[in-house]
């Protein structure tokens, strides 16, 4: 008889609900998709390891969407802060994301900034677009706590009034390679129920059951890419009388960056600031801040 062989569980995301406890979760684990979406940049350890978080808190909140086109962003701005914008989104299961940040300022805190030193008074939003609906929803809040995941607590606290717990864990695996996963636990609201709207209680005693339990997740577990998913909600609600697995979602890096698409938007600029933005040989250069791909398009393709 031969032994089993196990395979690291990465690059993807599933669901559960806790019927008796009114409550909701998902957890994901990012390997080969974050690492690829880190390597187009080669960023310094402090912004690889936030980016990889963001990625992580990404893909927990856009595979709630059950529009398959919809599309999920999450935006983290300041004024002045080291880290100018970060952004990250997801889409049909597809991740990007990128940063852009002061260089010479990083350099001067240190190998672990605090989310403060980085962003300063900085902010989050967090947008959700339901393309079949055509419904747009977006929440701002400050960027407080010590953490993104902590910001992204008061995201759904302040602009949806419903109680959630995020914890976020990072690591290497044996290649040395970033591994990035997240649990998201959230209270349903109970109002279209015919049940109280969970902001005028004045307690939740079926969360708080909830949130002590997905508390005890480690970031080491979250990590671990030989553990898998199931497993971590089995650790959590093991004792619980009935835990419902939805199905899961798999997970990929993925830009929607299209030379056609830059050379519409590029033909629609007036041909002098054409012909100012091309070089010497009558080229167009086009980044993407996303996948780091470089885009050349010569002026008279773009004329034609």
């Known amino acids: 008889m031969s032994d089993t062989v196990r395979l690291p569980d990465l690059d993807r995301a599933i669901g559960f609900t806790l019927p008796d406890h009114h409550a909701r979760g998902r957890v994901v684990r990012l390997g080969p998709v974050v690492q690829s979406i880190l390597d187009a940049h080669a960023y310094p350890a402090p912004i690889e390891r936030l980016l990889a978080e963001s990625l992580a808190l990404t893909a927990l909140l856009g595979s709630t969407l059950k529009d398959a086109e919809g599309q999920l962003t999450l935006q983290a701005q300041t004024q002045g802060g080291i880290i100018r914008l970060m952004v990250c989104d997801y889409k049909n299961g597809e991740l990007r994301g990128y940063v852009d940040y002061d260089a010479d300022r990083l350099a001067e805190l240190g190998e672990d900034p605090s989310l403060f030193a980085l962003f300063g008074q900085g902010y989050l939003a967090i947008t959700f677009d339901q393309v079949t609906s055509g419904e747009r929803y977006q929440g701002i809040v400050p960027l407080d706590g010590e953490s993104i995941a902590q910001a992204a607590e008061s995201y759904f606290l302040q602009s949806e009034q419903i109680p959630s717990l995020v914890r976020l864990g990072i690591g290497v695996d044996d290649n040395g390679q970033r ?37 005890t997740m480690g970031p080491d577990e979250l990590a671990d890419p030989m553990l898998p998913l199931e497993t971590l909600v089995w650790r ?69």
């Not at 600031?273 to 010497?280: G, I, N």
């Open 179 to 215: 591994i990035a996963g997240g649990i998201f636990l959230q209270h349903l609201p109970e109002g279209e129920e015919g049940r109280e709207r969970l902001h005028v209680r004045l307690d939740h005693p079926e969360w708080h059951h909830v949130e002590t339990l997905g508390a």
């Open 236 to 304: 959590l609600f093991n004792e619980e009388r009935e835990v419902r697995v939805l199905a899961s979602t798999n997970l990929s890096r993925g830009c929607r960056c299209d030379r056609d698409y830059i050379a519409g938007v590029i033909s629609r600029f007036p041909a002098e600031e054409r012909v100012a933005m091309a070089d010497e040989q009558g080229i167009i250069t086009v980044d993407c801040a996303f996948c780091a791909t470089k885009f050349p398009l010569a002026l008279a393709d773009i004329a034609a």
